[in-house]
């Protein structure tokens, strides 16, 4: 059977699933999108996803042509098109069809996509023995110029430093802000254990306040650890006795090494183990938030 996919109020082959060369998606990367995942068929967090979504076309001065609940149910309507019932959805929605020029006031209708696909995740190894990263020179987005909250099209940001991660031969890197701060992952949000406290980088670090990494804080305060959202440096990553990474698709995944040094004793720690526990059981309640 063809993916489908929902594209203009429709879902069609995915072959058939087309926009057009002058939207401004494509030659501005001027639109938004979310990862979003469902597990046995219930999509994890949905609402959270869709208000970051609207959150962030309203922060692009781009009015998305259809309700919030109407998102919803064409998100469902997607999924069970497709017969997933462990998907990664991808919505994205763009400027539309325009001119030639950044105008976006010459741009015809906001197009909205909805692709369900099967979920490709990392090697089961990188859970159990957790992952190496480096620290990259490309800075974080200064939030000033363009907030890194705002999940928009245009990720060469983040995408210049999984290159440069890459060619140190590792599969996600860490980013600065322009304060020399930790900031996030090209596509994760990085917490550490020190002490017995769970520490990650706050919002105004100039970070994407990803999902994941609200409901990792909000299952370790429901146990009474003690997570602070605080500005942290290269230092507290190198002498952190833990360090893991959250992320829609990555979900928790544990970090032994940044920067060819070893975090903590070099293993997935007692803490991350326990937050991955507890997060894979979370996706599995099958709650709708
Ligand atoms: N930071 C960046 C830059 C990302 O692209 C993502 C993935 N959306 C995350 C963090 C993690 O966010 P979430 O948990 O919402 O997937």
């Not at 699933?17 to 998606?25: K, L, M, Q």
């Not at 990474?245 to 007692?270: F, Y």
Request: hydrophobic letters at 40%; charged letters at 25%; a negative charge.
């Amino acid at each position: 059977m063809a993916l489908k996919v929902h594209i203009a109020g429709k879902l069609v082959d995915k072959d058939d699933a087309r926009i057009s060369v002058f939207d401004h998606g494509l030659l501005y990367g001027d639109g938004v999108f979310e990862g979003i995942r469902s597990y046995r068929g219930t999509v994890f967090r949905l609402e959270s996803h869709l208000r970051r979504l609207y959150e962030s076309a309203k922060a692009i001065c781009l009015e998305i042509p259809m309700t919030i609940e109407a998102m919803a149910d064409a998100v469902y309507e997607t999924l069970r098109a497709n017969q997933i019932q462990d998907a990664y959805i991808r919505l994205v929605v763009t400027r539309g069809s325009g001119t030639l020029g950044l105008d976006p006031n010459r741009c015809g209708h906001p197009q909205v996509i909805i692709i369900a696909d099967r979920i490709s995740l990392y090697p089961a190894e990188f859970y159990d023995k957790g992952l190496e990263i480096v620290t990259v020179s490309t800075i974080r987005n200064h939030s000033a110029a363009l907030s890194p909250r705002i999940k928009s099209l245009n990720y060469l940001n983040n995408i210049l430093a999984k290159i440069e991660g890459l060619k140190a031969g590792c599969v996600e890197a860490l980013m600065l802000n322009s304060k020399g701060e930790v900031a996030e992952c090209t596509g994760d949000n990085i917490f550490l254990v020190s002490r017995g406290r769970l520490l990650t980088p706050p919002i105004d670090a100039g970070i994407l306040d990803g999902i994941t990494r609200q409901v990792v804080i909000d299952l370790a305060r429901e146990v009474d650890w003690t997570v602070l959202e605080i500005p942290l440096t290269k230092h507290d990553v190198y002498i952190a006795d833990e360090c893991f990474l959250t992320g829609t698709a990555a979900e928790v995944i544990p970090v032994v090494k940044v920067d060819n040094r070893t975090i903590g004793e070099g293993v997935p720690g007692p803490h991350t183990r326990e937050l991955m526990d507890r997060f894979r059981q979370e996706t599995l309640s099958g709650s709708r938030e």
